[in-house]
């Protein structure tokens, strides 16, 4: 008579490859709206510019007037002060966009066995962290990420060159921490690790 198989019998094979493999479980990126808060800043020094150029505007075409006598006729006497205004918004705004797109290109691949990040906008950097030398995680939430729905997630290793590594603009960070303590857990039971006093540092 043939014996149907089992649950626990169709579950070993996936259970043995989780021991043997590496397999990608997640990866995450940082929410672009952690850009707000510096946008809004940004956006409210370039009107207080804006309102100040306008109500010195006679001071400011003074200046301007003496840049002029330098220049000669490559300066912009009908539209100086416009250019003025562009310059002023295009620099209040160029550090959000530089911002958004440092959040944009970020990764963090979470694999069974370490931390996979990659970072930088035109010179890319991608590292990695071994999950078995995380030794403490922390969740944090300010009161502008509260207000976002985000939060900070910040990894303390035994790794030299990785001291403390920050997860920032996370959704959900306090189930993103139980997690990672899981995969960390699980690990450390895999390779029979156990930290001692004095291996806080070691590379």
């Known amino acids: 008579m043939v014996m149907g198989h089992s649950q626990d019998s169709i579950s070993r094979p996936t259970n043995e490859k989780w021991v043997t493999e590496e397999v990608t479980l997640k990866v995450l990126k940082p929410s672009a709206r952690a850009v707000i808060p510096m946008a809004i800043f940004y956006l409210i020094v370039a009107v207080a510019i804006t309102w100040l150029l306008i109500q010195f505007y006679v001071?400011?075409?003074?200046g301007a007037n003496l840049l002029a006598e330098i220049i000669g006729d490559r300066f912009p006497n009908d539209t100086w002060f416009w250019w003025l205004l562009g310059s002023v918004w295009c620099l209040c705004l160029l550090q959000p966009l530089i911002r958004l797109l440092e959040l944009k290109t970020a990764t963090y691949e979470f694999t069974n066995r370490r931390l996979r990040y990659t970072v930088g906008i035109?010179?890319?950097?991608?590292?990695?962290?071994?999950?078995?030398?995380?030794?403490?995680?922390?969740?944090?939430?300010?009161l502008v990420q509260r207000l976002l729905g985000l939060g900070t997630l910040r990894m303390e290793t035994v790794d030299r060159t990785h001291?403390?590594?920050?997860?920032?603009?996370?959704?959900?960070?306090?189930?993103?921490?139980?997690?990672?303590?899981?995969?960390?857990?699980?690990?450390?039971?895999?390779?029979?690790?156990?930290?001692?006093?004095?291996?806080?540092?070691i590379g």
């Open 59 to 62: 001071e400011v075409a003074w």
């Open 163 to 201: 001291p403390q590594f920050d997860l920032i603009a996370q959704k959900s960070v306090y189930e993103l921490k139980d997690w990672v303590h899981e995969l960390n857990a699980s690990e450390r039971a895999r390779l029979g690790y156990r930290e001692f006093e004095g291996t806080q540092g």
């Open 122 to 142: 035109l010179s890319r950097r991608r590292d990695q962290i071994e999950l078995v030398r995380v030794r403490d995680l922390t969740a944090f939430r300010s």
